[in-house]
Structures are given as C-alpha cells and as structure tokens.
C-alpha cells in the first residue's frame, strides 16, 4: 500500500519548490506551535527539506528541497 501525504505536507512541499525560499521567510510563513500542525519540523525529520546556509546569519539561508522531498511530491501531482 502506497503511503499517503499530509495534505499540509503536499502544500508546504508544493510551496518551497514555487520559488527560492530563505529560512526567514520559510518560518513566518509555516511555523506552528500546535502539535497537530508540525509540517516545518515533519519534513526536516522526513528528510523532505534542508537549509542551505548562505549569507551571514541563519535568516540568510535558504530552504530547499532534498531529492527525498522532490519524489515525494512529483508522486502527489
């Protein structure tokens, strides 16, 4: 059996490969809180996404995916 996305993980993959995003922007946009919403920290853990230091201070750094999240959401779309 195939195993399913969140749909909020599909989104959050969906959006970081729109554009370059910085970690900065990255945080604003999907930190949470709430444990039930934790899309930011699940695809770090999952391997989904990585943050590429470039600049002077982490805000600087750029939020991409890895090989792991480009499969994962080519095989959503």
Not at 23 to 48: I, K, Q
Not at 53 to 72: F, I, P, S, Y
Request: with cysteine; hydrophobic share 40%; net charge negative.
């Amino acid at each position: 059996m195939p195993e399913t996305a969140n749909p909020l993980t599909v989104e959050f993959l969906t959006w970081i490969s729109i554009r370059p995003r910085t970690y900065a922007e990255a945080m604003e946009a999907w930190r949470s809180t709430c444990p039930r919403h934790s899309v930011w920290e699940d695809a770090l853990l999952d391997g989904f996404i990585e943050v590429v230091e470039c600049g002077d201070t982490m805000d600087q750094g750029q939020v991409a995916l890895t090989a792991r999240g480009r499969a994962k959401l080519e095989r959503r779309l």
